[in-house]
């Protein structure tokens, strides 16, 4: 029975050794070949630019994404955390142009609905977009997204507010 098996590794040995020479073969070739083709196209490549960075980051607490597919406001985790990880906020401007951003009261139907996955801090609104883009006059002409604001935190009367300035 060894006698049989013997010459059935040696042909697939023969085999192997085979399929590697030609492949070798193949290999050689089509180095030999693309030495020989023109390299002229080499000199005229033209470079593509990858895609421009369409946010703008100075550090803040409040995301503004304003594209024409979606308007939101991402509120930092700090912010929502401090907060008590609401389901809504109520967003106010007072009169220096700062956002005041404070936990919406139960009986209260002028909050913004939180969204997100991990944690809930993603309020979309178009109309909140545009009064941001306004008081703290962002320019959007040329990217997409920014990240904005400077927080102080103020109790007044046992309740949390987030005062949010440029």
């Known amino acids: 029975m ?7 590794l040696n042909n697939r040995k023969n085999l192997i ?8 073969t193949i290999d050689n070739n089509d180095v030999l070949e693309m030495k020989k083709k023109d390299t002229a196209w080499s000199g005229t490549l033209k470079p593509i630019k990858p895609a421009s960075n369409r946010s703008i980051s100075k550090g803040g607490c409040l995301g503004v ?16 955390r401090k907060f008590g990880c609401p389901d809504k906020i109520l967003c106010s401007i007072d009169e220096d142009k700062a956002l005041v951003l ?19 801090n993603v309020i979309y609104s178009a109309a909140l977009v ?15 997204s920014q990240t904005v604001g400077n927080v102080e935190y103020v109790t007044v009367e046992d309740r949390l507010y987030a005062y949010i300035t440029k």
């Not at 404070?102 to 969204?115: A, F, K, N, Q």
């Not at 545009?130 to 997409?144: A, G, H, P, R, Y």
């Open 2 to 8: 060894q006698k049989n098996k013997i010459p059935m």
């Open 17 to 24: 050794q085979k399929k590697n020479d030609v492949m070798s």
């Open 65 to 80: 994404v304003n594209n024409s597919n979606s308007k939101r406001s991402v509120v930092s985790k700090e912010i929502i």
């Open 102 to 120: 404070s936990v919406c009261t139960e009986d209260s139907s002028d909050g913004h609905t939180l969204r997100g996955k991990d944690v809930k």
């Open 130 to 144: 545009e009064k941001i883009t306004e008081i703290f006059e962002l320019d959007f002409s040329n990217c997409t």
